[in-house]
């Protein structure tokens, strides 16, 4: 049995020392006429802050099944999908070394893997409030799970606008990223416009602490990637997962 290789990815960080761990655990279970189940993990690992260069490491994974007319599970979800930022603080911005991974059972994607550089600007920043805009330039390699393959290089432009507010019981938690390729080639030679390798994400957050450790929450992601559906039509653009979970500090 082969281990996927994006789980090397996380225990890899998770090996490291010194970090601040949040983990949060969600799902659905359905019973009767139909039979499913969803899990939702993710994890939050940070340096601590009063190192001169720090890490972020945020993977999620999103995996479900359900019965089909005999009773056996099928696979429905199998959603993987992590950034690995490691910082250099200044005054109001921070330089980064990013990597972004991917792999989806929903649109097709084997693996799609980024590195690059970039910088975020501060906004906003009180003790309640923050407000920043990061720019990122990210070359990026891309390996299709469809027979007719399609695997391309791009080299992306990734714009992260991120707000957060934090009060004493609860925080609101967004974040978007507008990612078009201004450059996309495939193995073949050709090229793709624009329009058709474009990704933007959408992740929000509600939390309610109930303990100095321990909070719930419910969480909307939207995913548009229009990449796989300018391969196969039959893959739509878009996808929208919100998900209740619960969430412990380590």
Request: aromatic letters at 14%.
């Amino acid at each position: 049995m082969k281990i996927p290789i994006y789980i090397f990815s996380i225990l890899l960080p998770i090996s490291l020392k010194g970090q601040r761990n949040n983990f949060t655990l969600g799902g659905n279970i359905t019973l009767g006429n139909l039979y499913s189940y969803t899990v939702t993990f993710r994890t939050i690992l940070k340096s601590p802050e009063d190192r001169p260069y720090q890490m972020n490491f945020s993977p999620s994974i999103d995996f479900g099944k359900i019965s089909n007319q005999e009773g056996k599970f099928e696979l429905r979800r199998r959603e993987f999908y992590s950034i690995l930022n490691y910082e250099k603080p200044k005054k109001n911005f921070k330089l980064y070394i990013s990597n972004e991974s991917e792999n989806s059972f929903l649109r097709k994607i084997k693996l799609r893997g980024s590195i690059g550089v970039g910088m975020s600007f501060s906004i906003m920043k009180t003790d309640t409030q923050l407000l920043d805009v990061s720019q990122f330039v990210l070359p990026e390699v891309f390996w299709s799970d469809f027979n007719n393959r399609k695997d391309n290089f791009a080299l992306r432009v990734s714009t992260r606008i991120r707000y957060n507010l934090i009060r004493k019981k609860y925080k609101f938690l967004n974040q978007i990223f507008i990612q078009p390729a201004l450059y996309t080639v495939l193995k073949d030679g050709r090229s793709i416009s624009l329009k058709n390798n474009i990704n933007i994400r959408i992740n929000q957050s509600y939390e309610f602490s109930v303990s100095k450790n321990i909070s719930i929450g419910v969480s909307n992601d939207v995913i548009i990637q229009t990449y796989t559906s300018f391969i196969n039509p039959k893959i739509k653009p878009f996808d929208s997962n919100l998900n209740l979970y619960f969430k412990t500090s380590i």
